[in-house]
């Protein structure tokens, strides 16, 4: 479980090169023991030249929210309500929840402006007992940060564009691996050019959700090569059919869990806070603009699905969604069968945008020493790119991906993406309240979010979190495998975190006569970065 060498005082080697540059800084450690010498950090940061604007946090932002959900999710939510009307408005809850959710996170990111997200505000907040929100969220982040459900849904459009099978294949999953290794590659070797496919996917990801709306206001106006499917009649009764029914609160929970899903990627950009510029000005534009823009485009494009397919192929389209609607309106001439080549391509661009932060997050953590082998994860070797850390973002997206029988494993992989979060959620929002209400906190921040929309925030995760574990209504292997299994290792991922903290904080210490203790490093610049070190006790 060894980060780094042991440290029992003096000076640590010098380290340049890995795309950083190296300062003096000033050290605070929350230990009282003696750290003799004077201490230089590497801080592993780009120049501005490479730093995000405004546009380019849009784009990030837009690649990470507009991905396989709006493509693919809407099957599952109206197969869980069976009403039209209800599907919609629960839409707009999320659209609504989004919001709530962007407020608390631009009060924390405004406040403690340094990449790593909900990581960082975890700890401002839960300091004791010490270091286990951190090494919680960190088994989150890396076992559960994977690009395993975009990868897969290209593979399925890849092949429905090509005409073959629509059910779930290692087929679709072999080119779901080539799409989750050209990404990561892409982002090691020629990191510029991976930002730039990002900006020009996030351009070409609006313009087919635009596509998909406009066509839908076509096919409610009768140009559709399918009948009327008549499904804004009594748009609000909740109805039986094949592959949908009105549900329980089981039903619900997951239907809202693959609607977060779909609208997951508001928080991106604070996980890249030290890539961007002037954060207060360009977060305070590039995110309710990507978010607003995304809500209206989702309920919108609801409404086209709605326009041109049948309740039944809806509930029982499964990834496919975008590509039967495709099918509905423009027929099944090889020209139609080309549009699900363009879905495939946003899938692409979401991959990208994932594999972009969250390597960044692999590598945040190794910077400050959480993890086995951090200066690896924390390199910027060879080529100015988290290198390692986008390897070990690849290896969990590959085993995700493969792992999973053929058959329900998108549904598997996206609540077990999206399950988690919901108690990690709960607790930055509980967090929030305290420091508002704490004055012993002194909490400013460039961003003020009122109490109504916190607790709203609070209580529909906390609603995510707890649901699942109520039995669902009928059969409790509807989907092909347990109702209970998705939060039970969501919540297990969670476990292993605190496992992880009582043998890097308790037993190894023990065992090797050392204590963690963190360093708060400020930089030359004013920059604040974490350092866990190890450092023996003094033997009396």
């Known amino acids: 479980m060894a980060s780094d060498d042991i440290s029992s005082g003096g000076k640590p080697p010098l380290k340049h090169g890995d795309g950083g540059h190296l300062h003096n800084t000033v050290v605070k450690t929350d230990s009282d023991d003696e750290v003799v010498g004077e201490l230089e950090t590497n801080k592993y940061a780009y120049d501005d030249s490479r730093k995000l604007g405004i546009t380019g946090s849009v784009f990030l932002i837009l690649n990470k929210m507009i991905g396989t959900g709006i493509f693919s999710t809407p099957s599952s939510i109206f197969a869980a309500t069976g009403s039209v009307g209800i599907s919609l408005i629960l839409w707009v809850i999320g659209g609504i929840l989004t919001f709530a959710g962007l407020s608390v996170w631009l009060e924390y990111g405004l406040a403690i402006p340094r990449s790593g997200g909900e990581k960082n505000y975890l700890e401002h907040v839960y300091r004791h007992p010490k270091y286990l929100a951190t090494c919680v969220l960190a088994s989150q982040m890396i076992l559960l940060g994977f690009s395993s459900g975009n990868s897969l849904a290209f593979g399925r459009y890849v092949l429905y564009a090509s005409g073959n099978e629509l059910k779930d294949s290692y087929k679709a999953r072999a080119i779901g691996v080539v799409c989750a290794t050209f990404s990561v590659v892409l982002h090691a070797f020629l990191p510029k050019w991976g930002v730039r496919l990002i900006n020009t996917l996030g351009v070409f990801k609006v313009v087919i959700l635009l596509f998909i709306v406009f066509s839908g206001f076509a096919a409610l106006a009768g140009h559709r090569k399918v009948d009327n499917p008549h499904n804004f009649d009594n748009a609000f009764a909740i109805e039986s059919g094949e592959g949908y029914s009105g549900g329980g609160a089981y039903a619900y929970s997951n239907a809202l869990l693959n609607i977060i899903y779909s609208y997951k990627g508001w928080e991106n950009a604070n996980y890249v806070l030290g890539e961007i510029r002037d954060p207060r000005r360009t977060l305070?534009?590039?995110?309710?603009?990507?978010?607003?823009?995304?809500?209206?485009?989702?309920?919108?494009?609801?409404?086209?699905?709605?326009?041109?397919?049948?309740?039944?192929?809806?509930?029982?389209?499964?990834?496919?969604?975008?590509?039967?609607?495709?099918?509905?309106?423009?027929?099944?001439?090889?020209?139609?069968?080309?549009?699900?080549?363009?879905?495939?391509?946003?899938?692409?661009?979401?991959?990208?945008?994932?594999?972009?932060?969250?390597?960044?997050?692999?590598?945040?953590?190794?910077?400050?020493?959480?993890?086995?082998?951090?200066?690896?994860?924390?390199?910027?070797?060879?080529?100015?790119?988290?290198?390692?850390?986008?390897?070990?973002?690849?290896?969990?997206?590959?085993?995700?991906?493969?792992?999973?029988?053929?058959?329900?494993?998108?549904?598997?992989?996206?609540?077990?993406?999206?399950?988690?979060?919901?108690?990690?959620?709960?607790f930055v929002a509980g967090g929030l309240i305290y420091l508002h209400y704490s004055k012993k906190e002194n909490w400013t921040s460039g961003w003020y979010t009122y109490l109504p929309i916190i607790v709203v925030f609070l209580l529909s995760n906390v609603f995510l979190a707890l649901v699942p574990f109520i039995p669902p209504d009928g059969d409790w292997n509807a989907d092909g495998y347990p109702y209970y299994v998705f939060p039970v290792v969501g919540v297990g991922v969670l476990l292993l975190g605190a496992l992880y903290w009582v043998l890097w904080t308790k037993f190894w210490p023990a065992v090797r006569g050392h204590k963690i203790v963190s360093e708060r490093v400020v930089d030359e610049d004013g920059a604040e970065v974490i350092r866990y070190k190890k450092v023996k006790t003094h033997v009396s």
């Open 284 to 426: 305070t534009i590039a995110a309710p603009l990507a978010v607003g823009g995304v809500t209206i485009l989702y309920v919108l494009a609801n409404v086209a699905y709605f326009a041109a397919i049948p309740k039944s192929d809806l509930a029982t389209s499964e990834v496919i969604v975008a590509g039967l609607f495709f099918k509905n309106v423009f027929g099944d001439s090889a020209g139609a069968r080309s549009l699900p080549a363009f879905v495939a391509l946003s899938n692409l661009g979401n991959v990208l945008a994932v594999s972009f932060a969250h390597a960044r997050l692999n590598q945040e953590l190794g910077k400050e020493g959480l993890l086995p082998l951090s200066r690896l994860w924390a390199s910027n070797k060879p080529f100015n790119s988290p290198t390692a850390a986008l390897f070990l973002h690849w290896i969990v997206t590959i085993i995700v991906l493969l792992a999973p029988p053929p058959g329900p494993a998108y549904n598997f992989i996206v609540n077990l993406y999206t399950y988690p979060g919901a108690w990690i959620n709960s």
